[in-house]
């Protein structure tokens, strides 16, 4: 039988084997850390501490500035060095809480298993969660409780737990249901108890048989949950087509999978979601996979949120000196890095640095309409022309073309035979539109 996918798409190459078959390893405790204070989208945490105040691991050191928003807690112990601007590896620059470490990796007492953590009321659960400062460990980092609280209209019926991992190179996703897959399966039973959910699908695609068999084992007593095997197509975890792929239901144009009765989720901020509920303990570190051509021993890592790429490369034996290109994330939605020196945020999938000759960028050539950029796009758009009107300013047609609904997952630049710079225009035109939105109230 032909597995479930969606219309259009891409096949990059993969780059998993240099990481794939790497279990995941702690990074030794960092001397310093930078913890920026906006990690999720929203508004940023306010800081709660200041210079010279001792910290623990696990504690609370900003809090949420308002409802779509999300506390952040200290991932080691130590001193507070200062609330300074740093490097921030989406913003550019961003005001960061500075830790140096006490070398004792001492955390708050509050963390402690309850076994009865599947009794407890949804708000209870919910509230856990808000106060583990959890946001989309996928790389969209929304803010997780925000996403649990649907409005009373939106009738949820399913919830999907992401294991694609479509983005080539990474790999923490898969080593996640590799070596956590009950933590996992809780997480998913929790976001299935808060929105009162009685269907449960884990979607993984086919590249990762061993972490199929693993999920499979661990959901075979409850009925209803279920593992869906998707083919190997970039962008298969985009969350719109996945519920494409595993429910054939399309979220309307500028709407949320809400209006389709689903909630997607990432297999590792279910995990945290299990943790912060059964164990009250705050999000403080993240699986990065630490990749590429020009890192000497790939790695997936256990790194504590504000370490500098620096330290966690260091760990993976360094750059070799034919790194051209520093990516956060993977080629395909990663964003370009200048240099190591910036930290681990709760988005940080993973460090990806390539060859020179890898990072090369084709110089754009004119467009010859061969078409291919609108076959592939996921999301039936026009990537053509919407770059043009772009280019033009012409930002109300761009609007009426639905260039609001791109998911910016590069699929049409990848496959340009003339290199234009697609995704790149379209960005663009998409934060103009909003910068004009926001200034007309
Ligand atoms: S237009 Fe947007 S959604 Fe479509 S292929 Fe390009 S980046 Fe992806
Ligand atoms: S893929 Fe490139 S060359 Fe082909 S139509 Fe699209 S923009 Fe033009």
Request: with cysteine; proline share 6%.
């Amino acid at each position: 039988m032909a597995k479930k996918t969606f219309v259009g798409g891409v096949h990059p190459y993969e780059g998993k084997e240099f990481t794939e078959k790497k279990a995941i390893e702690k990074l030794p405790l960092p001397q310093r850390v930078a913890i920026p204070l906006q990690q999720h989208i929203g508004a940023p945490a306010k800081a709660l501490v200041e210079k010279g105040q001792e910290v623990k691991a696990g504690e609370k050191i900003a809090e949420a500035s308002g409802f779509v928003s999300v506390p952040i807690h200290s991932s080691i112990s130590g001193k507070v060095k200062g609330i300074e601007k740093v490097n921030h590896p989406v913003s550019g620059r961003g005001e960061a809480i500075v830790i140096e470490s006490d070398g004792e990796d001492n955390w708050v007492e509050t963390i402690r298993f309850e076994e009865n953590y599947l009794e407890l009321d949804s708000k209870e659960m919910l509230e856990r969660i808000k106060d583990a400062g959890i946001a989309g460990l996928g790389g969209a980092t929304f803010p997780t409780h925000v996403k649990l609280s649907p409005p009373p209209d939106k009738k949820i019926d399913t919830v999907i737990l992401n294991g694609a991992e479509c983005e080539p190179y990474l790999t923490a996703d898969h080593r996640l249901m590799l070596e956590h897959a009950d933590d996992i399966v809780a997480g998913l039973r929790i976001i299935m108890k808060i929105l009162n959910v009685q269907q449960g699908i884990i979607g993984i695609e086919d590249n990762k048989p061993d972490a199929i068999e693993v999920m499979r084992k661990a959901v075979k007593d409850f009925n209803n949950i279920q593992v869906y095997v998707f083919p190997v197509k970039y962008p298969q975890g985009a969350e719109k087509q996945m519920i494409k792929a595993a429910l054939n239901r399309e979220v309307p144009s500028g709407g949320l999978p809400m209006d389709v009765g689903v909630v997607v989720q990432n297999v590792g901020t279910a995990k945290a979601m299990y943790e912060a509920v059964a164990y009250h303990k705050p999000l403080t570190h993240r699986v990065v996979t630490v990749t590429g051509a020009a890192v000497n021993e790939p790695k997936n890592v256990l790194v504590p949120i504000g370490t500098m790429f620096e330290d966690v490369v260091a760990f993976c034996g360094g750059m070799k000196e034919s790194a051209g290109k520093i990516v956060m994330g993977g080629p395909m939605m990663g964003l370009a890095q200048p240099n190591l020196q910036v930290p681990v945020v709760k988005g940080t999938s993973g460090i990806l640095i390539l060859e020179e000759h890898e990072a090369h960028v084709p110089a754009e050539d004119p467009c010859i309409a061969c078409g291919r950029c609108v076959e592939v796009c996921p999301m039936h758009l026009l990537p053509t022309t919407l770059q043009i009107l772009v280019e033009h300013e012409n930002y109300t047609e761009a609007e009426r073309l639905h260039i609001m609904d791109c998911i910016e997952c590069g699929s049409c630049s990848y496959i340009c035979p003339s290199n234009r710079r697609l995704v790149q225009g379209i960005r663009l035109g998409k934060r103009k539109i909003l910068e004009a939105r926001r200034k007309a109230g």
